[in-house]
Nanobody, 128 residues
């Protein structure tokens, strides 16, 4: 069974940085569509960044564009999210997700329901 395990969340002051990691296990296909989503209290889940691991094409949500960077290490089967210039409004539970095979990342970021596998989430709290 595919498992995704996130780490790297925590508390940071505004303007700070954090890096989230998501280790994937038991996934036997060579290509996937992977993404980071977040959900703040009382709000809907929001697509942050998506990458197609086959061609490394990425799409970012408007709220994080230019501040966050998504990457995937095929050898380590690890998805990362580097977050810079963090703001209090970035406070949320962050989830990594995986969709088997190819994806159009600009579509995938808008439709979390198409992601078949999810991590347990990691809390990010940004204080002002």
């Amino acid at each position: 069974q595919v498992q995704l395990v996130e780490s790297g969340g925590g508390s940071v002051q505004a303007g700070g940085r954090l890096t989230l990691s998501c280790v994937v296990s038991e996934y036997t296909y060579s290509r996937s569509c992977m993404g980071w989503f977040r959900q703040a209290e009382g709000k809907e889940r929001e697509g942050i960044a998506v990458i197609d691991t086959g061609d490394s094409i990425t799409t970012y949500g408007d709220s994080v564009k230019g501040r966050f960077t998504i990457s995937h290490d095929n050898a380590k089967n690890t998805l990362s999210l580097e977050m810079f210039s963090l703001k209090p409004e970035d406070t949320a539970v962050y989830y990594c997700a995986l969709q088997r095979g190819f994806c159009y990342t600009y579509k995938a970021i808008q439709d979390p329901a198409n992601f078949e596998h999810w991590g347990q989430g990691t809390q990010v709290t940004v204080s002002s």
